[in-house]
């Protein structure tokens, strides 16, 4: 029996690994293909947009959502399960896709398929990396060397482990394929540059090609045929270098919460506020629902740092309630501090009960 090819997109929070899958699903030449979605936080934003997205062939069934943490936490309790009901039909299916939550270490995933249940059935056929270039440029995943120095000499005792940027080193270390996307952000010098450091991470020869909006060839990303299950043992993650001891990898580092509000006046005044709030709180990810005084459709919001798209996807079902649903993800520390400001701030942004009512 043939295996299932399956690829596993990975990648930090917001690099564009939703929408390289959207990109991918509408030009998937008549592939059907299955998709694993795994989200940090509880509000499942990815799998709805995806769900919503109106390609023929992504029908709902093939969605499976995994919110109950992060995937590389509950392989045994979510993945697995979730891999043997999908191989039930596996007659259907030409492909697996499965999105890691932004936070994920691929390498527990990776491993996962060389377990008997799954390794007789289906094949890892890449890890592809997806990196957000301009974050990589604008040196969101590196520490400033100065302060690190100032501290170092301040503090000799201090442990340098910076969540983002040993996050950011993982994900490219377990990759087979890097796409360096948001090219658009960025000129070509910079692009370069970005593509250096990355493959300066790696440490090792991999394919870097670069993406607008995720938009690349359904034969790039498919079809890499790499064996990945077999390969992982070697592209350790800090965790698993510094945590021999089986000290269990958790997200302590980083954390979420919903946020809610009611219907805000207009889709400038909601932007400008969301934009003063993740400044004033380091959010670095913000995403889910809003609604408009006036306007039936539900407005997607997506918030990557500073950068905020908006865009009506879908009616206000009836009966569906019109407001705010947000998920906030930072690091531990700034989360916990602002939590109380950050909900408070949401709140204020929608308009006055009676006048939404109006
Ligand atoms: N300018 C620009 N924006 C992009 C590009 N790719 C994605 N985006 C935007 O970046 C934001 C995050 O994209 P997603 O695809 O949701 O990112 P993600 O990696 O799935 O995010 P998480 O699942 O939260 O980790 C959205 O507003 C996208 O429209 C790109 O190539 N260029």
Not at 108 to 114: D, G, R, S
Not at 218 to 236: F, K
Request: charged share 30%; glycine share 10%; with cysteine.
């Amino acid at each position: 029996m043939q295996k299932i090819p399956a690829t596993v997109i990975t990648g930090f929070l917001g690099a564009g690994k939703t929408t390289l899958i959207r990109n991918l699903l509408q030009n998937a030449g008549g592939r059907r293909i299955a998709l694993v979605i795994n989200e940090f936080g509880d509000l499942g934003v990815d799998g709805d947009i995806l769900k919503g997205c109106g390609v023929e062939t992504c029908r709902e069934e093939d969605v499976v959502e995994l919110t109950n943490g992060c995937i590389c936490c509950t392989v045994a309790d979510d993945f697995i399960p979730t891999m043997e009901k999908l191989l039930e039909r596996s007659d259907r299916l030409d492909h697996i896709v499965i999105e890691t939550s932004g936070l994920a270490l691929p390498q527990p995933l990776v491993a996962a398929f060389n377990w008997p249940e799954v390794k007789a059935r289906v094949t890892v056929d890449g890890v592809v990396t997806v990196i957000d270039a301009a974050a990589v440029a604008a040196g969101r995943f590196a520490d400033d060397e100065e302060k690190v120095r100032a501290a170092r000499e301040a503090d000799e005792s201090l442990d340098h482990d910076n969540p983002l940027e040993e996050l950011f080193e993982d994900q490219i270390r377990a990759a087979d394929l890097l796409v360096l996307n948001k090219a658009d952000l960025v000129d070509a010098q910079t692009l370069a540059g970005v593509r250096a450091k990355v493959e300066a991470e790696a440490g090792r020869r991999l394919a870097v090609v670069s993406s607008e909006n995720g938009r690349l060839p359904a034969d790039v990303l498919l079809g890499l045929g790499a064996g990945t299950e077999d390969l992982i043992a070697g592209r350790r993650s800090h965790h698993e270098i510094h945590h021999a001891d089986g000290h269990e990898h958790d997200h302590d580092d980083f954390e979420s919460f919903v946020v809610e509000g009611g219907e805000c006046a207009s889709v400038e005044a909601l932007t400008e506020g969301l934009r003063t709030i993740v400044a004033a709180h380091d959010i670095l990810r913000l995403k889910g629902f809003a609604a408009i005084r006036g306007k039936p459709m539900r407005l997607v919001v997506q918030a990557v740092g500073g950068r905020i798209e908006t865009y009506f996807d879908r009616p206000f079902a009836p009966g569906e309630t019109r407001g705010t649903r947000l998920v906030a993800i930072g690091l531990h520390d700034a989360m916990d501090r602002g939590e109380a400001a950050i909900r408070e701030a949401v709140a204020a942004l929608a308009l006055p009960a009676r006048a939404a009512a109006e």
